[in-house]
Structure formats: C-alpha cells, structure tokens
C-alpha cells in the first residue's frame, strides 16, 4: 500500500492505494523479509495528514511489522533464511544509548518502505527474533504498541505499590496494563477511557477501575501514561496526579482539535507541587529487545482484529473512529 501524498483520513479519500511495486533488494548488511502481517498504529494517521509526514513521496508505511527471512545481504550473519522476525518503528539510527533522539534515526514506514507489503528490507541488527508463544498476529503490536508502552512505563518510574493510571485503552493501553500487573504485582491501575466500551474492555482485562476522561479516580496516581491523540487527556491528567507525580505523553504528534483548551491551563491545578511532564521520543532497538521476553513470559494476551491487506484504508478509518478493543492487524502473506 503507498502513501503518494499528505491527505485527510476520511470515508471520502482512499489514503493509500493498492498497486504492484519492485520486491525490494537487501544491501550487503540488510535482510529481506517476506511479511506475514503489519500492525496498524495510530502513527500512520499522523503521517498521511502530515503531522508527522515522511521525509518524501510515495512511501510504504507500516512498523508492527512480523515474517520470515527470505534473503540475506553478503555480510549478514544474525539469521537464517526461514527465521521468523519482527520489525518495529526503529529501523536504523546510530546504534548508541539515545539512538532513538539522534539525528540518525529512521523510522520504519516513515523515512524507509516499511510492512504494508509483501516483501521489505531493513538492516539486520535492527530486526529482531519473535518468541514462539505468540502468532504472527499477536505479535505485530507487541513491536510497537507494546515496546514503546514497555519505555512508556520505565519513563514512568513507578515502584511496586505505587498507583498507575492509563488514558487511553487500545492497542497500547491493554498491552501496557497486563505488563504493570506483572511487573508491579501490589500496584492499582486505574484506566480513563472516553467510551464505556473501553472502559468496559479495561475492567474485563484486569484494570482495578475505569473511568471517563476527568472523572476522579479513587486515588490519586503517582504516575499516568497518555496514549491519546487529543489535549484534554493531559489536562485532565494533570489533575489527577498526585503531588510530585508525573505524567508520561506517549503519542509522536498531537492533533489540534481540542487544542485551544490549552487556554484553560492553570499552573496552579495543574502543574504546581512538584509534577512533571514527560514525552516519549521513538524507541530503541534495545526497548523491543528487553519488552520480547518479558512479554513471552507473563505471557500477554494480545487481542487483534484482523484486516486484509487491501482494507488497510478502513482499518485506519476503524481505528480514528473508536472505540478500540485492542490492536488492528493487516494479514499480508501466508
């Protein structure tokens, strides 16, 4: 599927379309993978309307991405042909700690062709190995829902006991809640979500309360994740959190629909005593490295929808529309 040019995403405009194109050629240190199924994640939305657009056109976006090796540069070592492997946002930066800040960093289905396709190429020290426990289908979001809510979390820095709230429960937020219960077994989780079938999701996953954006929740968080493309979630967050907590933006751009409740921005409410404020920037290779086995052994329960490649325009139409009860998935290959 190409992105041939900045558009709005509507039930009008067929953002990406259809069409045959080269089966791509691995360079000396890259491997060819042939693509069984690539998540769709709300980052796509942001680059066809052009907040966070590609770097040129036609690209081939795509970054939850799981298949098999096909064919290997002359200086690959890491795989064979035949081996299962996953692809996530990153797909190439300086390979130092803050790889995912430099300069140097490439995101997969952005600045390089990425997963809504039958074939890609990326280098091989940024492909991973994809735990047996998990299908291809389950373990699309687990390369970019679920790693980035892995940093999201760490970024946090939450202890075990202390409160954690969510905003926002989809692809990311049921991925990121199973993860804080193992990982913070005394820990509460409160998820505020604006549908009551997500909040409803958000209970029958595990959460210890949900709730809409801005309703008080039973306690205070020490810390909340946002994985919302909207204002008021910050907002609202801000407000909750506790003294010296800190809230933890986990969204590449935001939209600008409900931007000018910014106006309402009190330092008083919502910023005094301590709180803080925090992005997430990309992701590194090391993230999916780390969150992969984690994930392997709770294990995480990965709910998928599944579309065929074709309907890539409607899964995205699905997931600006909501309500989201997990992770949207494009079936590729076999």
């Known amino acids: 599927m190409l992105l041939k040019q900045k558009s709005m995403l509507d039930a009008s405009v067929m953002a990406l379309s259809l069409e045959d194109v080269a089966v791509p050629v691995p360079g000396p240190l890259d491997i060819l993978i042939d693509v069984a199924v690539c998540g769709v994640c709300h980052t796509e939305i942001d680059e066809i309307e052009g907040r966070a657009p590609p770097p040129g056109y036609p690209v081939i976006p795509g970054h939850e991405v799981v298949g098999r090796v096909a064919a290997m540069g002359r200086s690959c070592s890491r795989f064979a042909v035949g081996d299962r492997v996953g692809v996530g946002w990153i797909h190439s930066s300086d390979g130092t700690e803050f790889e995912n800040l430099s300069p140097d960093f490439r995101a997969t289905g952005r600045d390089a062709n990425g997963g809504y396709a039958e074939y890609m190429t990326v280098p091989e020290a940024y492909a991973v190995s994809i735990p047996d426990v998990f299908s291809d289908t389950e373990a699309a979001p687990l390369l970019c829902a679920g790693a980035i809510g892995y940093r999201a979390l760490r970024l946090a820095g939450i202890r075990n006991g202390h409160c954690l709230g969510l905003t926002g429960f989809g692809g990311s937020g049921h991925l990121v809640l199973q993860l804080a219960k193992y990982l913070f077994p005394d820990s509460r989780v409160y998820i505020f979500a604006r549908s009551e079938r997500e909040r409803e999701f958000a209970i029958e996953s595990g959460a210890d309360w949900s709730g809409d954006i801005g309703d008080p929740p039973p306690q205070p968080p020490h810390a909340i994740i946002d994985t919302t493309p909207a204002w008021k979630p910050v907002l609202a967050a801000l407000s909750s959190l506790r003294p010296g907590g800190r809230l933890v ?63 890539a325009n409607q899964a995205l139409l699905d997931l600006r529309r909501g309500p989201v009860r997990g992770a949207k998935v494009l079936k590729i290959g076999q």
């Open 249 to 311: 933006i986990n969204a590449i751009r935001k939209e600008t629909g409900d931007q000018a409740l910014l106006a309402s921005f009190s330092y008083e409410d919502h910023l005094w005593q301590e709180k803080e404020i925090k992005s997430v920037a990309n992701i590194t290779h090391k993230d999916i490295a780390e969150f992969l086995p984690i994930a392997a052994r709770i294990p995480i329960r990965v709910k998928t929808e599944c579309y065929a490649l074709e309907d």
